[in-house]
Nanobody, 120 residues
Framework: QVQLEESGGGLVQAGDSLKLSCAGA?????MGWFRQAAGKEREFVAS????????RYLDSVQDRFTISRDHAKNIAFLQMSSLKPEDTAIYYC????????????????WGQGTQVTVSS
């Protein structure tokens, strides 16, 4: 079992950047980021394979967000740029030992989430 801890959320203005971190999972886990806005269902944002080569994005963040990972520190990142008010949500990181989790977007382990608020 792995415990995940997100950090880096906050209140920013439209057009600003934020970098989220997720600590706890080593390279044996596929990683993903999801978000849930108030009153909406949780949606997939980005995923990265165990070796960091395979990456997927939600279409609406494809050109603005970058997922990465540091295997030495067991941290996954979500660099968010050109933030928009519609990016406002609680962001969750997730991990799974399946090598295809980053494709199927199905994860067993979840963090508690970090709030990202983008003002207009």
């Amino acid at each position: 079992q792995v415990q995940l801890e997100e950090s880096g959320g906050g209140l920013v203005q439209a057009g600003d950047s934020l970098k989220l971190s997720c600590a706890g999972a080593d390279g044996s886990y596929s990683m993903g980021w999801f978000r849930q806005a108030a009153g909406k269902e949780r949606e997939f944002v980005a995923s990265i394979s165990r070796n960091g080569v395979g990456i997927r994005y939600l279409d609406s963040v494809q050109d603005r967000f970058t997922i990465s990972r540091d295997h030495a520190k067991n941290i996954a990142f979500l660099q968010m740029s050109s933030l928009k008010p519609e990016d406002t949500a609680i962001y969750y990181c997730a991990a799974d030992t399946s090598p295809t989790a980053w494709i199927r977007k199905e994860y067993e382990y979840w963090g508690q989430g970090t709030q990202v608020t983008v003002s207009s």
